[in-house]
């Protein structure tokens, strides 16, 4: 697939919006104009081309590709000598569903884990904040679980 020049205004609104959205998602600015450019393009792209279609430099277009990778967000699909080529290898819902895992799996599963163990360490008052806090973080994550399994 040969690469485009450019991207068209409407493209690059388009991207902007993915970004935002990526953002809003749990990715950094660049990791998710990146990882947009790579949705919208369709295929694989250089480095190189990804640089050029994003305005980023080449340290910042490899360390976010990196991040991307280890995300599970791109892959490299063909490497010609020491050239690689990205794509992305994930949809919206599939950065949504990592990014609802993350809440649940992780800062829901602490807040949980932390209030179950210093419970009985809060005074009267604080104790019934803290028991109406756990109910309700138990329940956020169980709608997250079912959430997450509704997107499979």
């Known amino acids: 697939m040969k690469m485009k020049a450019a991207l068209t205004e409407v493209e690059k609104e388009l991207l902007n919006r993915l970004t935002r959205l990526a ?4 990715l ?13 393009t369709g295929g694989s792209l250089s480095q190189k081309e990804i640089s050029k279609l994003t305005n980023y430099s080449l340290g910042i ?7 991307l990778e280890s995300l599970g967000l791109v892959k490299i699909v063909k490497r010609v000598g020491k050239k690689k080529f990205y794509a992305a290898s994930s949809s919206l819902t599939d950065l ?4 609802v895992s993350l809440i649940a799996d992780n800062h829901l599963e602490a807040l949980v884990n932390h209030l179950q163990n210093t419970i009985n360490s809060f005074d009267d008052h604080t104790k019934k ?5 756990l109910h309700e973080s138990k329940k956020f994550k169980l709608f997250l679980k079912n959430l997450i399994e509704k997107l499979k």
């Open 23 to 26: 953002s809003l998602l749990g």
């Open 96 to 99: 949504f569903k990592n990014f």
């Open 129 to 133: 904040n803290a028991e109406a806090i």
């Open 61 to 67: 277009v490899s360390m976010n590709l990196s991040r």
């Open 28 to 40: 950094n600015e660049a990791a998710g104009r990146i990882w947009g450019v790579l949705l919208l």
